[in-house]
């Protein structure tokens, strides 16, 4: 590892114009390429103290040894000298779109004597006319035998065409008139290649004109009573509209531009372009990449438009570019673009209309991209089992942890302060085993504390368990070790039916509520809930099924740095656990921290582990998040009817429903609630003391107007 000092340049030796530097390591290979306006302003951004850098930026130095630049007159010029040296070193620490499928495109070989159609992959060819790209060749091929019929062109490989010509037969297309045989001399080259042209301009958007032409003659054709010829002309037109309608308008203006959107997390970007010609999706691609330096979405625009338009010109370049955000150098990526097309390019962002609609739609096209791009990446067994052994090397396990659990803490302000509880097995979610946790200890805001409590609450459980199963067995002597010091009451308690799962203490909320219940459950019974005290569940010994509780991690992940992690280890301590290990991922920077240490973790950036470790920590996230919202929605619609023992919601609207009002309830005797369809005494006497103690204690009253307040009757009260 270098030290950046001992090949920082002098000071004044680095010119204060634009220009593209190099950094090369020790075997003087490129590492990584980048322009500025101002070489020396840029460069030494580089050489600040170490601490101050993102992390990838801080490792990209110190595996650099040496520093070189090359000054340029324009911004244009250094945006085209920084492609041309990506391309030529491929250098490390760049970000590279690389796709995984080489995208199929539709071409006419108009370099040949008799043009033919193609479906075509790879690097493009000087003379042949491309259109696409398209996401599968089959689209393509649907889209040539519609146009057959009207533009008769040759699409045959050269051999077929020299064994026909030998022969003088034309082959099956040319028989049934979807060719029109320039093989054996039915056309001449001159007419086969107007032809071709005729649907390269069709292709290329030209639509209206040539519609408009061919119902003009079947106009004419019919009135001159050539309904033969008359029905040929609509049929054609007909297969036109059918291939026009493949790619659906999405622009009423015949815009031609392409639009480009992005999506990306902390170590992984996806890009999806739309490619719009004559107001229609024409194509559509996309690429997911590593995020190998400190990059943000402007910057990932134009690494996109680089790629993209790097070896491009001509029409292939559009006159307009939509992006999600301006590149830094926008004038001068417009400049570069115009150059590639010969002839202005519009770089801006949608504000309003269609356009903004369309890159919106576009977005959602690259969410889902990087979505299936990480699912299938986590769906991976030979990824999993490499994820888990990183993990089990970086934080120094005996093994790797095959059971994964992780807690976080979410709150809105210090207020409805809830916990969750993820579970990953063998690398992959456990949703049957997520547990959800309200914060009841204190009140306020104190994440570390909240911790604390939830981890303490979790295994105070597993001991109780252990202890009930008679797997730990307590030693004289054992001080808070022994099952004297675990707490067995309904400190943690997940409710059964009908249940709130609030509990005396703020208790482990059922699954049903929030989490998809796992294979072979229902989501009802006692596999979605762990019975608590008095649960009207089964015993789990006689059921064969263990509690949720039972099963300790091997290793225990927390959203958070030192504090959580420290929080989190002196839970474990204060229990006598020490044989689970614990770490917080911290989210600024992707930092794994071990209880104790000083210094955190920095695993790899394309290390496995870490994606495991994300993954796991932004699932913990989002089920905390979700159940947060579901209390606060849940607090600011309450109903006084909310507090009533084994009244549920269906019963709560036919009470309302039967009534009209809260208001109206309020009046009603207990026979007269009786009469409420499933409703019961005892139940109805539980309505009308929680509705008297609710009750308020004097009408509300206007101060404006004097006017005393009604009951709405919207069931709020």
């Not at 794994?592 to 290390?607: H, I, K």
Request: glycine content about 8%; charged content about 30%.
């Amino acid at each position: 590892m270098a030290d950046p000092s001992s090949y920082r340049p002098k000071p004044g030796q680095i010119p204060d114009s634009p220009g593209v530097y190099k950094f090369r390591d020790e075997h003087r290979r490129v590492i990584y390429v980048g322009k500025a306006k101002s070489l020396r302003q840029r460069l030494a951004n580089y050489f600040q103290p170490l601490a101050s850098l993102h992390p990838r930026t801080a490792t990209m130095v110190t595996t650099a040894a040496s520093v070189e630049w090359t000054v340029v007159s324009t911004e244009v010029e250094a945006l085209q000298l920084e492609y041309s040296w990506i391309k030529e070193y491929d250098p490390r620490f760049n970000v590279k779109y690389r796709d995984d499928k080489s995208y199929p495109y539709l071409a006419v070989t108009m370099n040949e004597e008799f043009p033919r159609v193609q479906v075509m992959r790879g690097h493009k060819k000087k003379g042949v006319r491309y259109f696409g790209p398209y996401a599968h060749a089959w689209a393509i091929r649907e889209t040539v035998d519609l146009m057959l019929r009207v533009f008769p062109v040759r699409t045959c490989s050269a051999g077929v065409f020299r064994n026909a010509a030998s022969a003088g037969r034309p082959c099956l297309l040319g028989y049934i008139g979807k060719c029109s045989a320039p093989c054996v001399g039915r056309v001449t080259p001159e007419e086969h290649r107007e032809l071709a042209e005729e649907f390269s301009d069709f292709m290329a958007g030209r639509t209206g004109a040539y519609i408009r032409r061919l119902e003009k003659r079947m106009t004419l054709a019919a009135e001159d009573m050539e309904y033969e010829r008359a029905a040929r002309l609509r049929d054609d037109i007909e297969a036109l509209r059918r291939a026009m309608e493949k790619s659906a308008v999405v622009l009423a203006d015949a815009t031609d531009a392409d639009l480009i959107a992005l999506a990306e997390d902390e170590l992984e970007a996806a890009v999806q372009i739309f490619h719009v010609r004559g107001g229609r999706v024409r194509g559509q691609r996309g690429w997911v990449t590593d995020k190998v330096e400190a990059v943000d979405t402007a910057g990932l625009v134009e690494h996109a438009l680089q790629q993209l338009y790097g070896e491009e010109s001509g029409d292939a370049v559009p006159k307009e570019v939509l992006v999600p955000a301006l590149p830094e150098d926008a004038a001068a990526v417009a400049a570069w673009l115009s150059g590639r097309r010969g002839s202005q390019v519009s770089l801006r962002v949608p504000q309003r209309g269609d356009k903004k609609d369309l890159m919106e739609t576009v977005a959602r096209n690259a969410q889902q991209g990087l979505v299936l791009h990480k699912t299938k990446r986590a769906s991976d067994l030979t990824t999993r089992s490499r994820a888990l052994e990183e993990i089990a090397e970086a934080l120094d396990l005996a093994s790797a942890p095959l059971r994964i659990e992780c807690f976080d803490i979410s709150h809105l302000q210090g207020e409805d302060v809830v916990a969750s509880m993820v579970v990953f097995e063998d690398g992959l979610p456990r949703k049957s085993e997520y547990r959800r946790f309200q914060i009841k200890g204190f009140e306020g805001q104190d994440d570390v504390r909240s911790m604390h409590e939830v981890i303490g609450r979790r295994f105070r459980r597993y001991l109780a368990e252990k202890d009930r199963t008679g797997e730990w067995a307590p030693t004289a002597g054992s001080g808070t070790t022994g099952p004297e010091a675990v707490t067995t009451g309904p400190e943690v308690v997940t409710t059964g039916h009908g249940g709130d799962g609030t509990g005396p203490e703020g208790v482990g909320q059922d699954l049903r509520h929030d989490a998809v219940p796992g294979p072979g459950t229902t989501g009802t019974g006692p596999e979605d809930a762990v019975p608590g005290p008095g649960s009207p569940f089964e015993d789990p010994e006689e059921s064969g099924r263990p509690r949720r509780f039972a099963y300790p991690p091997q290793l225990v992940v927390v959203d958070g740095g030192q504090p959580q992690v420290a929080a989190a280890r002196r839970a474990l301590d204060e229990l006598g656990i020490d044989d689970i290990a614990v770490c917080g991922l911290a989210k600024r920077l992707e930092e794994v921290w071990l209880p104790g240490e000083d210094d955190p973790v920095v695993l790899p950036r394309s290390s496995e582990g870490l994606y495991l470790l994300q993954r796991v920590r932004d699932t913990a996230h989002d089920f905390a998040i979700r159940y947060q919202r579901s209390k606060r929605t849940k607090r600011l619609r309450s109903s006084p009817l909310d507090g009533v023992p084994g009244l549920g919601d269906t019963r709560k609207q036919a009470l309302i429903k039967h009534f009209g009002s809260v208001k109206r309830l309020r009046q009603a005797t207990i026979d007269q609630i009786c009469e409420v369809p499933g409703m019961g005494r005892k139940t109805a006497e539980a309505v009308v003391v929680a509705l008297a103690r609710t009750a308020p204690a004097a009408p509300a009253v206007n101060t404006a107007t004097g006017e005393i307040m009604e009951d709405d009757g919207d069931g709020t009260a």
